[in-house]
């Protein structure tokens, strides 16, 4: 059975409607990439699996579970987590207390899993006391992973990790994206960096006009002519 | 030497108390402004609505004969802020809530607050009356004259007074631990920083508003408390005590309390040093002055005291509406 | 939704049918001196409820602070049309009004010149010190020179007296300084959040109040201004009703002069634009809108109903008391007639005026009475004492019962009576 499983998914913002129909499967342990052009639906489609709009068709699974329509506060408690694509990020709390924040709702020890972040991303260790709104771009990019990483996801929605960054944080990016999956946490991931990112994915989804055009393996979209000739700048 | 401490009773004196004042309710305010982001018009009279809490307290425990070391007015203001602080959540409940939850824009929600203020001036006058009343149920308020050397003019502070500086003193200090230090204080500023976020994160927005309400009541009730016992309990202050407390706000700074404290001390020193009659300090130097001194010399005469928190409330607006302390542009 | 709101013209004929039997009704009870009296007073707040709810049904935006303009258009008005004071022109008076008028330019003048010093390459640190610099001046300078002539006049004269010019000619005058008004607050605060409007509302109304209560110079403070004149023949000169009923005609005129006007304006692209920015700031801002522009348009529009109908308000009563300007009754009870009776709905505002004003009317001796009544049984049955002033808090009872009104109507009809229907293009 899936870990993620969506049917058929409609949604919009208020009476807009934005998701016409969208499939989407993902098996633990996978990182699944949404590509697409501008204004597809991407970042709405992972705002819909996160409860922050109204779905007015379709369902959501996770885990077995009917997470369809489920408010976002209470996603956290089911593991998954949600880097949104801007302001993902608590400006006047500083670094450290931004991961605070991601473990709220753990009351058990987090004290591992902090050094764990801190080891994924050293510069955030430099910069634990300064307020997460001062940091680069980039930085603050590893703020709003690492908060998510801190309530050991089983499932994580990353909203263009890499937008704004340049291509050596990019690759860095990437790499602990992998390094992620490889303790496996299952990655649903939206990119603009189409290649490189399906490149690493074990499937991939190319929504357009709030519907999947194609869902296959992220190596079988990138060879695919048509994918390429549409999407993926030739 | 006279005239020093004539300037510290009337001038230092005053600013501090009704600035510790106007800084407990525009923490609140404030806190308020930043987490629900409305501008909470009712927090005027919640002070108030604090403050008779603590009168009818206090007369009960008077009426039984009990007597304490301290004013009885400020021992039980304890439990009534703890009471301000429920009846808080309850208005938040019965009225703010129902709005949010419907996705209210947030001028409504200040309309709201409008309609609460009236409710609550109407039950607070309904039963009390609008004469003002003495706090001081059991015994006159203490009053202590402090020789200075060299002046004939005795240094004066009562009791409330007093109290009223250590209280706001700890609250500050216990605030900024509670803010800093604490996971629910955490979780507040990062719902004032960004709520969306807050709750993607899995913050239970819900305590933290009640956090909110129960530090912005009980400071309101605090407030109005130690207001009531430095002058009298006015029931019909409500919008004379509501306009500084919003200037000390923004002044500090939205949903920063430590701008609240800055905005609210900023407010009642010009305050009182407007209306100052500085005549009597600048006495001693008359034969230098170039003038005729007049026989009183203040900035602005006392019947137009409001005019200086709303002038400060203008000020900043055209030329800093971030506030002092950066807060947050709404 | 129900079948009323899909027949919208029946909806509002029988409201103001109903509306209709219930002023026929306090007619016949109550005697027709009575129901003219409560009818004037009831279009001049109908021409304030339009002022109010083109700000907040067409714009979006949050007064509180109607009762400063209903003042500010009440003493002007009055200063215009009140009869010349002869001690006053006798003395050195007039003299030092003229120079404060001309000191007062002057100061608005370097305000200006200091705030916009920016524009002739000065830093902004030294344009910082040059209008700190000129506030105090202007400060000191204005309040030493108001104090000097307020103790002249109030020796020589008692006050300044009006100009005794025609009753329309000050009605006017009375919406231009309510505009004026308007327009520096609006200047100052529609850029802002909408919260801070309704703060600098709030203050200014509460400044402007104590301003008038304490000008004795002025406006003669507290010591109350009558009688005001009327722009009909007044009820001193003959018959009574008659002369209310002139008044009333003259108010009808003027509520259905501005109704028309506005319900014109709705409907032009003026109208249209600014419903595209109520319901969607940032898309009429991105199409090149100037969203504060057309705010502060409609702010000053707004305000200048209020302080006209304001003035007719006062001048109906007769007497100008300063202490008379309250936020209950001309601020709240205002805006529990727009909410009421539908914001953004022109025929709404009238309604929501003219209904909720004879409630409000209705109610205070049926709150007495309620009052009187439990006094007398509690001390009766209870042997308990009412406090001397009981009958007071009676009143009171009124505030309490506003702002219920305020927070029910905002969650359970927040569309109020007449919900606004949005015309399309
Ligand atoms: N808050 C909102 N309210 C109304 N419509 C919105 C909102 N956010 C997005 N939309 C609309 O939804 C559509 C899809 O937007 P979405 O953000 O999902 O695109 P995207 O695929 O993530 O694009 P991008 O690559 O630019 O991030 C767009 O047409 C957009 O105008
Ligand atoms: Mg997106």
């Known amino acids: ?234 | 030497m006279n005239d020093l401490v004539f300037f510290l009773n009337k001038g230092i004196t005053s600013g501090l108390i009704i600035g510790s004042i106007y800084a407990l309710g525009a923490i609140g305010l404030t806190l308020i402004f930043g987490i629900l982001r409305f501008a909470h018009f009712a927090h005027g009279d919640l002070m108030t609505l604090g403050a008779f809490v603590t009168l009818i307290l206090a007369a009960a425990l008077a009426a039984l004969g009990v007597t304490l070391p301290l004013p009885l007015a400020f021992v039980v203001m304890f439990p009534a802020m703890a009471i301000t602080a429920v009846l808080a959540i309850g208005l938040d409940k019965m009225f703010y809530k129902p709005l949010r939850q419907a996705g209210a824009r947030p001028v409504v929600l200040v309309m709201a607050s409008v309609g609460v203020t009236l409710m609550l001036q109407g039950v607070i006058r309904l039963f009390a009356g609008v004469r003002s009343r003495d706090m001081f149920v059991e015994a006159p308020k203490e009053i202590y004259r402090i020789p200075i050397p060299g002046a004939t003019r005795k240094l004066v502070v009562t009791e409330p007074q007093i109290l009223l500086m250590l209280f706001t003193i700890v609250a500050v200090i216990a605030l900024h631990f509670f803010l800093t230090r604490a996971r629910l204080g955490k979780a507040m500023r990062a719902v004032s920083d960004n709520p969306d976020l807050a709750r993607i994160t899995g913050i239970n927005t819900e305590h933290v508003v009640w956090a909110t309400w129960i530090i912005g009541g009980s400071l309101a009730c605090a407030a109005g408390t130690m207001l009531s016992m430095d002058v009298t309990l006015k029931p019909d202050l409500s919008f004379n005590i509501l306009l500084p407390i919003f200037a000390a706000t923004i002044v500090g700074g939205i949903g920063q309390p430590y701008g609240a404290i800055a905005g609210g001390f900023l407010v009642g020193f010009c305050e009182t040093l407007a209306v100052f009659n500085w005549s009597i300090v600048l006495r001693p130097f008359k034969d230098e002055l170039w003038f005729d001194l007049p026989s009183n010399m203040s900035l602005v005469p006392t019947e137009y005291k409001l005019m200086v928190p709303f002038l400060i409330l203008i000020i900043v607006l055209i030329y800093r509406p971030t506030g002092i302390f950066k807060g947050r542009v709404l | 939704m129900s079948s009323q709101t899909q027949n919208p013209i029946m909806r509002d004929i029988a409201l103001f049918a109903a509306l209709g039997v219930l002023v026929l009704v306090i007619f016949v009870s109550q005697g027709a001196v009575y129901s003219v009296r409560m009818l004037v007073e009831a279009g001049c707040y109908g021409i304030i409820a339009l002022g109010l709810t083109i700000q907040w049904g067409y714009a979006g935006l949050f007064n509180v602070g109607i009762m400063g303009f209903i003042a500010a258009g009440a003493a002007s008005s009055m200063l215009m049309t009140f009869p010349r004071n002869p001690d006053f022109w006798n003395s050195g008076g007039p003299e030092l009004a003229g120079l404060f008028i001309v000191k007062l330019i002057a100061c608005a003048l370097a305000l200006w010149l200091a705030n916009n010093s920016n524009r002739w390459g000065v830093g902004p640190r030294l344009r910082a010190l040059l209008i700190t610099i000129a506030i105090a001046v202007s400060y000191l300078v204005l309040s030493f020179h108001m104090t000097v002539m307020s103790e002249e006049i109030e020796k020589a004269s008692g006050w300044m007296g009006g100009l005794g010019l025609p009753v329309f000619f000050g009605w006017i005058i009375a919406g231009v300084i309510a505009g004026i008004i308007a327009w520096f607050v609006g200047k100052i605060c529609l850029g802002l959040r909408s919260d801070y409007l309704a703060i600098a509302t709030l203050g200014i109304a509460q400044i402007i109040k104590h301003f008038l209560k304490n000008a004795d110079w002025l406006t003669n403070g507290t010591l109350t201004v009558s009688p005001m004149p009327w722009p009909v023949p007044s009820p001193a000169d003959g018959e009574f009703l008659f002369a209310r009923a002139a008044y009333l005609s003259v108010v009808a005129v003027a509520l259905l002069i501005t109704y028309l006007l506005l319900q014109r304006a709705y409907h032009s692209p003026w109208g249209r634009m600014m419903r595209a920015i109520r319901d969607n700031e940032e898309a009429a801002g991105a199409m090149g809108k100037n969203v504060n522009r057309r705010r502060l348009e409609i702010f000053i529009l707004g305000c200048v109903l209020m302080g006209i109908g304001g003035a007719m308000l006062i001048h109906f009563t007769s007497i100008y008391d300063p202490s008379g300007f309250l936020d209950l009754n001309h601020t709240f009870l205002i805006w529990v007639m727009v909410i009421l009776g539908g914001s953004g709905n022109n025929r709404g505002a009238i309604f929501g005026a003219i209904f909720v004003y004879i409630v409000w009317v209705m109610s205070e001796p049926l709150a007495v009475m309620l009052f009187a009544t439990i006094a007398t049984y509690g001390d009766q049955w209870l042997g308990w004492e009412a406090p001397s002033d009981f009958l007071s808090r009676a009143l009171q009872m009124r505030v309490f019962v506003i702002g219920l009104t305020i927070t029910l109507v905002l969650r359970l009809a927040p569309q109020g009576l007449l919900p606004e229907r949005q015309a399309r293009h």
């Not at chain 1, 919009?12 to 342990?29: F, Q």
């Not at chain 1, 690759?171 to 991931?189: C, E, K, L, W, Y």
Request: charged share 20%; glycine share 12%; proline share 4%.
């Open chain 1, 1 to 234: 059975m899936s870990l993620l499983d969506i049917k058929d998914l409609h949604a919009g913002y208020g009476a807009m409607s934005i998701l016409k129909g969208v499939n989407l499967s993902l098996e633990a342990g996978e990182i699944g990439v949404i590509v697409g052009p501008n204004g597809a639906g991407k970042s709405t489609t992972l705002k819909a699996i996160f409860g922050m709009l109204n779905i007015t068709e379709g369902s959501i699974h996770f885990d077995g579970e009917d997470i369809t329509g489920i408010g976002s506060e209470q996603l956290a408690s089911h593991r998954i987590s949600f880097v949104p694509q801007e302001n993902n990020v608590f400006p006047t709390l500083s670094v450290h207390e931004n991961l605070e924040m991601g473990a709220y709702i753990r009351r058990d020890d987090f004290s591992r899993v902090m050094d764990h972040v801190y080891e994924i991303f050293p510069p955030l260790k430099e910069k634990r006391h300064q307020p997460a709104g001062e940091l680069s771009g980039g930085q603050r990019q590893m703020v709003a992973f690492g908060r998510a990483l801190m309530i050991e996801p089983k499932l994580i929605l990353l909203d263009e990790p890499t937008a704004g960054l340049s291509p050596m944080f990019m690759s860095q990016i990437f790499d602990r994206v992998i390094a992620i999956n490889q303790t496996g946490v299952t990655v649903a991931m939206v990119e603009q960096n189409a290649k490189q990112a399906l490149a690493i994915a074990h499937k991939g989804f190319v929504l357009a006009g709030g519907q999947n055009s194609y869902t296959d393996t992220g190596q079988n979209l990138l060879n695919n002519p048509d994918v390429a000739k549409s999407f993926l700048g030739g």
